[in-house]
C-alpha cells in the first residue's frame, strides 16, 4: 500500500483547486493533499461556484500521471468513491449513494462536490487537480439542485475538516492504487455498488440537446450508458443527468 501524500493545511485560499493548478503550472507535481479552512472562489463542475463556510472540507490533492487525459479523468470516480467511504465512516454503513459521474448524494441530496482539472507538464506528464469538497458543517441553499451536510444527519457534531481528510486521503490512496493497477475495472464495480438512478428513467442534459432514456451502467471508460427510448444507445460522457428531480 503506497503512503498517503502529506496535507498542507492553509486558512484561507481562492480554491484549493486553483492552488494545484497554480503549482502545476510552475512545474510543480506533488503528490500533496492542499487544504484550506475557507475558499474564498471555490469552483465546482461546469465552472458553479462552490462555496466553503468555516467547517466544512476543501482539499485537493496534486499529482501527476503518465496516463492520458480521457483516463486520467477517471481519477474523479476515484475521488467519488473515497468521499462515499467517508460519508458511511461518519453516517453509517449505506448513508451514501452515488449518481453520475461523481456526485455524492445522502438522502437524495447532494453533499459532495468534486472537481478534476489537469494540464500537461514539459515532460510530457500530467499534473492533476483533484479536488473535493464536503459539507460537514453547513449546506448551501443558494444552489439550483438540493443540498445537505453531514451535520444534517449525526447526533452529534460533524467530525473536523482535518479529521474527514484524515479519512478521505487514505481512502483515495485505496481506490487510486486499485485503479493504477488493475485498471478501472475495479473502481466502476464499487461505483455501481453504490450507484442511485441505474435500471431508472433519467434526463441527460448535455450542452447542445437533452436526450431521454433509461441509464444502464458505465462503460469501461467511464462513460454512461443511456437506452433511449426509441432503443438506441448513447454514451454520455459529459453532462448532467437527472433521476426525476426538476
Same mark, same amino acid.
Given at each position: ?47 458553479? =461556484? ?45 448513508? @451514501? ?13 447532494? =453533499?459532495?462536490?468534486? #472537481? ?12 492533476? @487537480? ?8 453547513? =449546506? ?24 474527514? $481528510?484524515?479519512?478521505? =486521503? ?27 438512478? #441505474? ?18 451502467? #458505465?462503460?469501461?471508460?467511464? @462513460?454512461?450508458? $443511456? ?20
Amino acid at each position: 500500500m503506497a503512503a498517503t501524500p502529506p496535507i498542507e493545511a492553509y486558512e484561507e485560499l481562492d480554491s484549493t483547486n486553483a492552488e494545484a493548478r497554480r503549482r502545476g503550472e510552475a512545474g510543480e507535481g506533488g503528490p500533496v493533499w492542499i487544504t484550506a479552512a475557507v475558499q474564498t472562489a471555490g469552483r465546482g463542475r461546469r465552472g458553479r =461556484a462552490w462555496s466553503t463556510r468555516r467547517g466544512n472540507l476543501a482539499a485537493t490533492l496534486l499529482t501527476t500521471t503518465d496516463r492520458p487525459p480521457g483516463e486520467a479523468a477517471q481519477l474523479s470516480f476515484v475521488a467519488a468513491l473515497a468521499a462515499c467511504d467517508l460519508a458511511d465512516t461518519c453516517l453509517g454503513s449505506g448513508a @451514501a449513494r452515488l449518481k453520475w459521474p461523481n456526485d455524492v448524494l445522502i438522502h437524495g441530496r447532494k =453533499a459532495v462536490g468534486i #472537481l478534476v482539472e489537469s494540464g500537461t507538464r514539459p515532460d510530457g506528464r500530467l499534473w492533476l @487537480a483533484v479536488g473535493i469538497g464536503v459539507n460537514l458543517a453547513h =449546506a448551501p441553499t443558494d444552489v439550483e439542485r438540493p443540498a445537505t451536510a453531514f451535520a444534517d444527519h449525526m447526533a452529534g457534531p460533524p467530525p473536523t475538516p482535518r479529521a474527514a $481528510l484524515d479519512v478521505l =486521503a487514505p481512502a483515495f490512496e485505496r481506490w487510486r492504487v486499485a485503479w493504477t493497477t488493475q485498471g478501472f475495472a475495479p473502481i466502476a464495480t464499487g461505483w455501481s455498488e453504490r450507484a442511485t438512478g #441505474l435500471g431508472r428513467p433519467c434526463e441527460a442534459r448535455l450542452p447542445n440537446r437533452t436526450l431521454r432514456g433509461v441509464a444502464e451502467g #458505465l462503460d469501461a471508460d467511464g @462513460a454512461l450508458r $443511456l437506452r433511449l427510448d426509441d432503443g438506441g444507445l448513447e454514451r454520455i460522457t459529459a453532462g448532467d443527468v437527472f433521476f426525476g428531480e426538476a
